[in-house]
């Protein structure tokens, strides 16, 4: 059985990260790190956040997460765990999904709405995919790409 940990690398909206929160409870990832700006279940007084909720449909009570400022130390230490990282992005030298295994324990960061995974996250990534696009469109949503990239890599 594949272990993965979802990392969502300073995504803007609460609408995609609480979609993302359903899609990963559906799909078996074992916790979610929200780094920098990315939106959490909680506001900053620990109150559950009913926009987050209205999405998520309470996958956030179920799937593992915390929030990290920073996204070096986080795949700093996923690494020293032995995960394997694997950024979601479209850059010249990114992998097809298609093709792609990805080891047995998995990191997968998916990125910002408009600029995409950091550099610093690319940069210390042992793989970047993408998702192939047939159409006009360039990309998907980010939720959406989440959830294409993870039934690939859960296969």
Same mark, same amino acid.
């Given at each position: 059985?594949?272990?993965?940990?979802?990392?969502? %690398?300073?995504?803007?909206?609460?609408?995609? /990260?609480?979609? #993302?929160?359903?899609? =990963?409870?559906?799909?078996?990832?074992? *916790?979610?790190?929200?780094?920098?700006?990315?939106?959490?279940?909680? %506001?900053?007084?620990?109150?559950?956040? *009913?926009?987050?909720?209205?999405?998520?449909?309470?996958?956030?009570?179920?799937?593992?997460?915390?929030?990290?400022?920073?996204?070096?130390? /986080?795949?700093?230490?996923?690494?020293?765990?032995?995960?394997?990282?694997?950024?979601?992005?479209?850059?010249?030298?990114?992998?097809?999904? #298609?093709?792609?295994?990805?080891?047995?324990?998995? =990191?997968? #960061?998916?990125?910002?709405?408009?600029?995409?995974?950091? *550099?610093?996250?690319? %940069?210390?990534? %042992?793989?970047?995919?993408?998702?192939?696009? #047939?159409?006009?469109?360039?990309?998907?949503? /980010?939720?959406? =790409?989440?959830? /294409?990239?993870?039934? *690939?890599?859960?296969?």
């Amino acid at each position: 059985m594949k272990k993965c940990v979802l990392i969502l %690398d300073n995504i803007r909206s609460v609408a995609n /990260v609480g979609s #993302i929160f359903r899609t =990963a409870d559906c799909l078996g990832v074992v *916790k979610i790190i929200l780094v920098g700006t990315t939106p959490a279940p909680t %506001d900053r007084f620990g109150r559950k956040r *009913k926009d987050f909720a209205k999405v998520s449909l309470g996958a956030e009570d179920i799937v593992r997460w915390e929030h990290q400022k920073e996204i070096e130390p /986080v795949l700093s230490k996923l690494q020293e765990q032995g995960y394997e990282i694997v950024a979601l992005e479209q850059i010249v030298n990114a992998e097809n999904i #298609i093709n792609f295994k990805p080891k047995n324990k998995f =990191a997968l #960061i998916v990125g910002n709405e408009v600029t995409g995974v950091s *550099k610093g996250a690319l %940069d210390m990534a %042992d793989r970047v995919v993408e998702i192939p696009m #047939i159409g006009t469109k360039e990309s998907l949503n /980010v939720s959406v =790409a989440t959830g /294409v990239a993870l039934f *690939k890599l859960f296969k």
